[in-house]
């Protein structure tokens, strides 16, 4: 698959192309928050179950565990009432995470899902791929007819999903970025 580059790392390289190793493992969680609706004047803080202060709190926490080259993102949320006058009773949040090995997307979840956030969360897991590598002879072969063009392309983790990791699950793929 010859694709776009999606992020800034070839411009940065000063190179046109880079070789994909592998797609890297990504889940997407969703979490459903149950609060209280209660009037916004008339509720003293102590007494608010705020569905939308917990969903704050999970998603900072959730991205404070980003890092070791783990990307954490709240990709969306949704509030129930949609009021500006009432405490929100309940919160939706979705959470993306995408990591070079599976393993350490499956840690930043077990690590999400046991967060204390002040209100009772349920989690729900969305999507799951463990990524895949791609096929190493035919990345060999790239990474050759690269330097006979005078540049020797990269090897990358790419972080987003593409079509060429489901061939990859039947047959040999291999896919390259081009500097955006």
């Given at each position: 698959e010859l694709h776009i580059d999606q992020t800034t790392e070839l411009e940065r390289a000063?190179?046109?192309?880079g070789v994909v190793r592998r797609l890297t493992s990504?889940?997407?969680?969703?979490?459903?928050?149950?609060?209280?609706?209660?009037?916004a004047g008339t509720t003293p803080p102590?007494?608010?179950r705020d569905a939308l202060a917990a969903a704050a709190r999970l998603i900072v926490a959730a991205l404070d565990r980003s890092g070791d080259g783990l990307v954490?993102?709240?990709?969306?949320?949704?509030?129930?009432?949609?009021?500006?006058?009432?405490?929100?009773a309940r919160a939706s949040v979705w959470l993306d995470a995408?990591?070079?090995d599976a393993a350490?997307?499956?840690?930043w979840r077990a690590e999400v899902e046991g967060l204390d956030v002040g209100l009772p969360v349920a989690f729900a897991l969305e999507s799951q791929s463990p990524g895949c590598e791609f096929d190493a002879?035919?990345?060999?072969?790239?990474?050759?007819?690269?330097?006979?063009?005078?540049?020797?392309?990269?090897?990358?983790?790419?972080?987003?999903?593409?079509?060429?990791?489901?061939?990859?699950?039947?047959?040999?793929?291999?896919?390259?970025?081009?500097?955006?």
């Open positions: 000063g190179v046109p192309a990504r889940l997407r969680l969703r979490a459903e928050i149950e609060g209280r609706a209660d009037h102590a007494d608010r954490a993102t709240a990709s969306r949320i949704e509030v129930e009432p949609n009021a500006l006058t009432t405490v929100p995408r990591a070079p350490r997307v499956e840690a002879g035919l990345r060999s072969r790239l990474m050759a007819l690269s330097e006979e063009l005078g540049t020797r392309a990269p090897e990358l983790e790419c972080y987003a999903g593409h079509d060429a990791g489901l061939i990859a699950a039947r047959l040999p793929a291999a896919m390259v970025l081009v500097r955006n």
